[in-house]
Structure formats: structure tokens, C-alpha cells
């Protein structure tokens, strides 16, 4: 559906150059959520403005359903972003419309007549629960029903990407969780492609299918992101999963090891069993269960003994036991 191919794009300030993305590569498939994260600045808003080449690139390529971007011309791009919708952290609503008007509106522009436009708008604030909203201003919504009906303006162009500039930013987690809802609906009824920039490791686990860390321009890693949680390779891809503990201070004493426990993972007390196979006891720094991808996913972080044999005993019982086990040696520094 998308692909991206050595994609750099450098912006010039007076005299200062920002390499905002440098020989960036992804291929995004038909029907994936795919999300793009990493810290601010590091150039997310730039490479998904690069999509629809609201942003040119300053070098690569950027296909789109096998189109390179760059072969069309002005009308040409208008018409393809008619197929690429955005939605944003801030809504971007007509405040004089109401919301029947903000969802016609794209659609008047593109000459679709007003009765086709107005049945099209109810049909999709339908979708989005806000029917009984149409005659309401946006100034009288709530930032969730102002995000719906972004969402619902959007769908009525027919799109078959959705892009989403940290669409929950603005957003609490009850309101986040309800729109995440929303998007992977609307993802799995229409088949519609969507990419997600968000800070939040979280908004990546709830709803996407794979990730792309992005980290001061260049792509740090991307996977699935069951694989990507399970083991992180990248300095950034690890301090997103550990995003939030507050333990890795007690980690630089001595080895710390990583466990990924999933579904497949055995019900045994496994570190019961292996503090008495090994004779030594472990610290439990952090603990925790996610939902990633509907498949409930444990993480432990385990301080090992000092005396390197039997951490070394340690992590040989724990990968017989066929568990995910890493060594947070590049982390703990
Ligand atoms: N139009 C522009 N002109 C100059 N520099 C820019 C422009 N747009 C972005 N940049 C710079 O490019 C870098 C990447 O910015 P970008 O907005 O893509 O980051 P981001 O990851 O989306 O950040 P955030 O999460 O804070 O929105 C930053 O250093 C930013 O200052």
C-alpha cells in the first residue's frame, strides 16, 4: 500500500540544515495499523507529511498503491489525497459549521451535490455514534465528539489510508481507549490502511499491528509489534518498552534480565522453580500484563545474583523453559 524507499528529507533555516529524516525505508501493507513512534522532534509528523507528499522529500521515494509521488503532477496529488485522509491532534474543524456541515464539507469542495453529501455525512456520523449531534457546533463538543466527527469527515472521501497526526494526544485514556476502538472498527469494516503517530507506547499496544521507532530521523526498528515488545534490538525501541519504570536505577548494580511470558509460555512457576534449581535468590524489579494485539503478554525484569555462575545457571534454566529471556546490558549503563 505505501512504501518508502531511502526517504531523507533535510529542511533549511536561514543558515542552519535540519535533518529531520535520514534514508528512511518502510514498506506499510494493505490493512495494517501501523504505528509511527518515537520521541518529539524526532521526525514522525515529517515522514507521515511525506505520505501524501504534503511534504516533498528531499531524497527517496515515496509510493503509494505503486505510484511514485513524485511523477505526479499538481492535480494528480490532489486527487490521491482525496484517498489519503488525515486526521489530527487538534481536530481541525470549522467552528462556524455545524457537524453535518464539517462532514459535507470536503465532499461540496470535491462537487459532490448537497443531498448526496448530506446523506453520505449522516450515514458516517452514524458510524462514529453522533447522529444526534448533526445540527451541533463544535464548540459545544466534547474533544472526543470533536475527534469523531474528524474521523467521520474523513471517511466520507472513501479513503483507503488514514493517517493519524497523535490523534489522542489531546485526548484522556478513557476517551483515548474509545477512539482507539473506533479506529480499529473502522480499519477491520472498510479495510482501510491507517498509520498512527503517537509518544505513546501504549496507543501502540492497543491498537496496531506493527510499529516503526523512529529516533532523531532515522528508523531505529520496526516489526511487528508482538515482536517488537518481545524483543527490542534499539537503544529506542527498548527505552519505549520500559517506558514508565522507575527501577532502572537499582538495575546498574548487577545483570538484569528481561522475560517475555505469552500465551504459549508454560502455567509452571517457573521462577519459583528456578530459585530452587539455582540455590539463589532474584529481585523482582518490575512486573507486568499487557493486551498487545488481543494476546496477554507478561513482562518481568529480574535482578540476578552477583556471583556471575549462577546468574549464567539462571539464564540457561529460564531459555530451557523456552522463555524469551534478554540481558539489559546496553540498557543499564
Ligand atoms: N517546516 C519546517 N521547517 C524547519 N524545520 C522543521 C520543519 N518541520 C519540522 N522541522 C524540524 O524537523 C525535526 C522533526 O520534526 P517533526 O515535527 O517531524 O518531529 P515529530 O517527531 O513529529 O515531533 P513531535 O512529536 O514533537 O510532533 C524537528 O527538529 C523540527 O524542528
Redesign the pocket.
Known sequence: MIRIAGVSKT?S?KDNK?E?LKNVSLDIAKGDIYGII?M????????VRCLNFLERPTEGTVYVEGQDLSTLDAKQLRQLRKHVAMIFQNFNLLMQRTVLDNVCFPMEIAGVDKKTAREKAREFLKVVELSDKEKAYPAQLSGGQKQRVAIARALAMNPTILLCD?ATSALDPTTTKSILALLKDINEKYGITIVI?T?SMEVVQEICTHVAI?DA?ELAENGTVADVFASPKSRAAKKLVFQGDQKVAIMKSRRCIRIVFTKNSSFEPVIANMVLECRASVNILMADTQDIGGIATGQMILQLPEENQTADKMIAYLREKNLTVEELKDYVE
Not at 518529539?40 to 515522514?47: C, P, R, W, Y
Request: glycine letters at 22%.
Open positions: 529542511f533555516v535540519v529531520a518515537g518529539s522532534g524526532a521526525g514522525k509528523s515529517t515522514l497523535e503517530i509518544h523512529i530521523g
